[in-house]
C-alpha cells in the first residue's frame, strides 16, 4: 500500500503564494508518475500538474507559468508551488501517485486551498 499525506493548505489572498507538499510512504518503489490535482465545489476533479521521476513536468493551461510542480526523490516528496493566484484556484488540492502519467492509482486525503480577499 501506498500513504499520501498533504500538507500546506490554507487561506491565501489573490497574487498571494502558497506551497503544498505530499510526502509518500509505504511500497512506492516503482511510481514514476506523480502529481497533483483539484476540485472546486461542484466541479469535476481536475489535473493541476505532473511530474515524472526524471522530473518532466507537465501543467494545465490554467495554471502554466503561476504553478511549479517538484519533486524530492530522496524524501519521497513532491510539491506544488503556487504563485499569483486567484479565487478560481480555491479548491481541494489532492497529490497522487501512479506508474503512468494520466493514470493516478493512489490519492491524499486532500487539503483545502482558498483564494479569497
Known amino acids: 500500500q501506498v500513504q499520501l499525506v498533504e500538507s500546506g493548505g490554507g487561506l491565501v489572498q489573490p497574487g498571494g503564494s502558497l506551497r503544498l507538499s505530499c510526502a509518500a510512504s509505504g511500497s512506492i518503489s516503482g511510481l514514476n508518475a506523480m502529481g497533483w490535482y483539484r476540485q472546486a465545489p461542484g466541479k469535476g476533479r481536475e489535473l493541476v500538474a505532473t511530474i515524472t521521476s526524471v522530473g518532466v513536468t507537465n501543467y494545465a493551461d490554467s495554471v502554466r507559468g503561476r504553478f511549479t510542480i517538484s519533486r524530492d526523490n530522496t524524501k519521497n516528496t513532491v510539491y506544488l508551488q503556487m504563485s499569483s493566484v486567484k479565487p478560481e484556484d480555491t479548491a481541494v488540492y489532492y497529490c497522487?501517485?501512479?506508474?503512468?502519467?494520466?493514470?493516478?492509482?493512489?490519492w491524499g486525503q486532500g487539503t483545502q486551498v482558498t483564494v479569497s480577499s
Open positions: 497522487s501517485a501512479g506508474f503512468r502519467i494520466g493514470f493516478p492509482i493512489y
